[in-house]
C-alpha cells in the first residue's frame, strides 16, 4: 500500500518561468537535457528526446553499465549524478526505480547541484509531484512524466512509442512544456491529478505486469497437459480476448465462469491442485472476481451463480485450511 502523501508547501511566487537561458515565461525549442538512471526507460526516452531535436549532453547508467543502453546516446559518455545535473542546463529526466526516487532528488537538492529554473522530470508512475518537493524548494520545477509502456531497453522500444499516453502531472504554468515534451516523444498527454498517482500506476501495474504472470501461469500449466509448445495455443487466443476486452468490456467475458458452469471449474480446481497447487489461489482470485463482474453486469444471473459461488468459497476454506 502506498504511503499517503504529505502535503506539499507552497512554492515560492514567481513571476514567470524562466527554463535555462530562456526568456522569462518562454522555453527553447531545443532543450539541453541530462537522463540520471540510463537504463530501459531512461535510455529509450533520452533517445526519442535526441531525435526530436533535444541536445542530450550526459546520463548516468548506474551500477553496471549497460553498453547497449548507451549506445542509444551516441556521443554520451557515463557520467555522474553530479555532472549530469550541472551539464542539464533546461532538463534533468530522473528515471531511476520508484523506491530509490526521494533520495536521489533530495541528495541532488541538498548537494546544490540543482537550480532555478531548471525542470527536474521524473519517469516514475506512481510517484506524483510531492517527491519533487526537495528541487522545488530550491527554485527547480517540477515534472511528472510517465510512459505507459514496458521497455526493453533497445532500440526496438523507439519504434514502439508512437501514439503511447504518458501519464503526467505537472503544475499548470508546466503544462505546456509537458504538452510539448510529450508530443515530442510521439505520445498522448494523459492529465493525472496528484492524490491520483498511486491509483493511475496500480491500474497499469495491475493490467500489465499481471498479464505476464497470468500468461505464463497459463503456458506452465498447458505444459502439465503434455502440450509442447504452449505460445502457438495461447497466441490467437489471448490476442483475440486482449483485442475483445479493450473493444468491448466485459461484454467479451466468455467461458465457464461468466455461464456458471459449477462442475467445469470445480473439475479445473481439483485438477489444479494435485498438479499445481500454487495456481489454485490465483485461479480462486480471478474467477470470483470474474463472477463478480459477469453478475454486476447482468450476464450471469445471481440464481445461475449459487453453485459455482459455492464451489469457490468450499475452494477457499479447504485452500485457508
Known amino acids: ?13 514567481r513571476a514567470a518561468v524562466t527554463v535555462g537561458s530562456a526568456r522569462p515565461g518562454a522555453f527553447p525549442r531545443s532543450l539541453t537535457v541530462g537522463v540520471i538512471g540510463a537504463g530501459r526507460v531512461g535510455a529509450v526516452l533520452g533517445a526519442a528526446l535526441s531525435a526530436a531535436g533535444h541536445r ?18 551516441p556521443g554520451v559518455a557515463p557520467s555522474s549524478a553530479a555532472e549530469v545535473a550541472r551539464a542539464a542546463t533546461d532538463l534533468l529526466l530522473i528515471a531511476v526505480p520508484d523506491d530509490a526516487l526521494a533520495g536521489v532528488v533530495a541528495a541532488l537538492a541538498d548537494s546544490g547541484l540543482l537550480h532555478p529554473g531548471q525542470v527536474v522530470a521524473h519517469t516514475s508512475g506512481a510517484h506524483g509531484l510531492a517527491v519533487l518537493d526537495p528541487a522545488e524548494a530550491v527554485g527547480a520545477r517540477p515534472l511528472a512524466l510517465h510512459p505507459a509502456m514496458t521497455f526493453t531497453g533497445t532500440s526496438d522500444d523507439l519504434g514502439r512509442l ?6 503526467v502531472t505537472a503544475p499548470t504554468d508546466l503544462r505546456p512544456l509537458a504538452a510539448r515534451l510529450v508530443a515530442d516523444l510521439g505520445g498522448v498527454p494523459e492529465w493525472v491529478g496528484e492524490a491520483d498517482r498511486a491509483l493511475y500506476h496500480a491500474a ?3 493490467g500489465a505486469n499481471h498479464l505476464v504472470t497470468l500468461v505464463n501461469e497459463a503456458a506452465d500449466r498447458l505444459r502439465d497437459a503434455g502440450v509442447t509448445e504452449p505460445q502457438k495455443v495461447l497466441a490467437p487466443l489471448l490476442r ?3 483485442e475483445n476486452a479493450l473493444r468491448y468490456g466485459d461484454d467479451a467475458l466468455t467461458g465457464p465462469v461468466s455461464r456458471g458452469d459449477a462442475g467445469t471449474v470445480e473439475r479445473h480446481l481439483a485438477r489444479l491442485a494435485a498438479t499445481a497447487p500454487e495456481s489454485v489461489a490465483p485461479y480462486l482470485a480471478l474467477a470470483r472476481r470474474t463472477a463478480d463482474r459477469a453478475i454486476a453486469g447482468g450476464r450471469l444471473a445471481p440464481t445461475d451463480a449459487a453453485s459455482l459461488l459455492g464451489v469457490l468459497a468450499d475452494t477457499q476454506r479447504r485452500t485457508a485450511a
Open 162 to 167: 508512437a501514439g503511447i499516453s504518458y501519464g
Open 204 to 206: 497499469l501495474a495491475h
Open 1 to 13: 500500500m502506498s504511503a499517503p502523501l504529505r502535503p506539499r508547501p507552497a512554492a515560492p511566487r
Open 56 to 73: 542530450v549532453v550526459a546520463a548516468t547508467g548506474g551500477s553496471g553499465v549497460n553498453p547497449h543502453r548507451f549506445a542509444l546516446l
Open 240 to 242: 483475440a480476448a486482449l
